[in-house]
């Protein structure tokens, strides 16, 4: 079985060290993974909320997608797109609005925070509290249940978020029927939470960041800037709270780590470990940032390999949000309409067959039709890209049962299914896009 994560990233400011750590290195680990499908995002519409620059949130977007494919993230072995190249987002943010209790949303931890501090200020509560700010768990949830995540890695304060998420998917599918599969969070426990310059955790809001791919030089200077207690060269000095050493412990391998403690036991001088740090870092980001500096360079290049990206994802989203319309009742007149009002007699899935996309332990990308009640109709082989994949869904999409003919090499016989079943499918799901 596969297992779907995903997680966004707020397009506001420029990747540091701690970013690169706790998240952009283990995502694009995780993401060559057997077994496994990723859908990573620039959640350009969450950015909105907290920044009012435009030009910041499209250089913020660009450095962003261009970190993490420096670090590695292969665009054609995941899905790695922008959240505002996929108009389906808000279109399901505002179906998941209809069945999110308000009290669920006055409960969020980011909501009450800023009330918190309105009251403190003798302010009125909801003072300068966008209703942007108000709805971020109901856009987060759109983020996830589009596509059907089973695991959303994230830090701690974003847990209660996936539980609300959890909350809007069994709702819905409480009413309307199984469509959302229920997320859950990942917490990243064994992940460092990088020190910044000042010692407290790395953060923007506390300005003591490294930018992940400051120049050398700019490298150099801020590593030397890392507090560090008084102690004497000569002096031995404690690991225990130091950030220059959680900092070189996070890009060193253990030997070295060990190595390092050692001298600190040994009464190394801090100008020392600062140099230490700082070319070990290099070490490690030189070839990072090379590419880095290239794909700066090429901004239509990241736009490009974004769009390819949204069109895989909204290969996914467009019939799923198809799917979801129809369940709630915003259907073509020409359908007919069901005789009594109010609940569908059995709630439930959508009359209509849908793909799925996977991949295989041999690596491939696969992808199978199936019908309303989960039969399998079409089995497809494997390919070499999803994209690959996703252009042949495209086609029996568009073009129904003579795609069948022009494709037929790449599916394997499924027993008991006959060509014309295949066909009334494909044709059903045709009726329906040009209805809706
Ligand atoms: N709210 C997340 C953050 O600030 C970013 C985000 C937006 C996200 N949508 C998401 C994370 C969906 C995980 C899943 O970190």
């Not at 707020?10 to 995502?27: D, E, K």
């Not at 950030?243 to 060990?258: C, D, G, K, S, V």
């Not at 736009?303 to 996914?316: H, K, M, N, V, W």
């Not at 059995?346 to 009640?373: C, I, M, N, T, W």
Request: net charge neutral.
């Amino acid at each position: 079985m596969t297992t779907r994560f995903l997680t966004g990233i707020t397009t506001t400011g420029t990747p540091h060290l701690g970013n690169f750590v706790g998240s952009i290195r283990p995502a694009v680990a995780a993401s060559r993974e057997p077994g496994v499908q990723s859908f990573y995002f620039l959640a350009d519409y969450h950015a909105l909320i907290k920044c009012e620059d435009p030009a910041r949130i499209q250089r913020s977007t660009l450095e962003i997608a261009a970190s993490w494919l420096a670090a590695g993230l292969e665009p054609a072995q995941v899905f790695f797109y922008r959240q505002s190249d996929i108009p389906e987002i808000p279109e399901l943010t505002w179906l998941l609005t209809c069945v999110t209790g308000k009290g669920l949303l006055n409960r969020a931890h980011a909501y009450k925070a800023a009330q918190d501090k309105n009251t403190a200020a003798g302010r009125d509560a909801d003072d300068g509290v966008s209703a942007g700010l108000f709805m971020y768990p109901v856009l987060m949830a759109a983020d996830i249940l589009m596509f059907k995540a089973h695991k959303v890695p994230v830090g701690r304060d974003q847990v209660q978020h996936i539980e609300m998420a959890r909350d809007m998917a069994a709702s819905f599918n409480h009413l309307y029927g199984e469509h959302f599969v229920l997320p859950e969070a990942q917490i990243e426990e064994h992940v460092a939470t990088l020190p910044g310059l000042d010692g407290r955790k790395m953060s923007k809001s506390y300005d003591n960041t490294i930018p992940l791919f400051a120049p050398r030089e700019q490298l150099r200077k801020l590593v030397a800037s890392i507090v560090t207690d008084s102690r004497a060269p000569g002096e031995p000095k404690e690991v225990e709270g130091s950030a220059l050493f959680q900092i070189y412990q996070a890009f060193a391998r253990p030997q070295e780590t060990e190595a390092l403690r050692a001298a600190y036991a040994q009464g190394i001088a801090w100008g020392e470990v600062k140099q230490l740090v700082f070319e070990r870092i290099d070490q490690t980001l030189a070839p990072l940032r090379a590419r880095y500096e290239a794909l700066i360079q090429d901004p239509a290049r990241i736009e490009a390999t974004l769009r390819a990206g949204a069109e895989r994802a909204r290969a996914i989203a467009t019939p799923f949000l198809r799917e979801l319309r129809h369940a709630v009742g915003l259907r073509s007149l020409a359908q007919g309409t069901a005789q009594q009002t109010g609940k569908p007699a059995k709630p439930g899935k959508a009359a209509l067959p849908s793909f799925k996309q996977y991949r295989e332990a041999d690596g491939k990308f696969y992808f199978k039709l199936v019908s309303p009640q989960g039969r399998l109709l079409l089995q497809s082989t494997g390919f070499d890209s999803p994209r690959a994949a996703g252009q042949a869904i495209a086609q029996l999409q568009q073009q129904g049962a003579p795609a069948l003919q022009a494709l037929a090499a790449q599916f394997t016989p499924v027993a008991g299914v006959t060509e014309d079943e295949v066909a009334a499918a494909l044709q059903a799901l045709q009726d329906t896009a040009q209805q809706t």
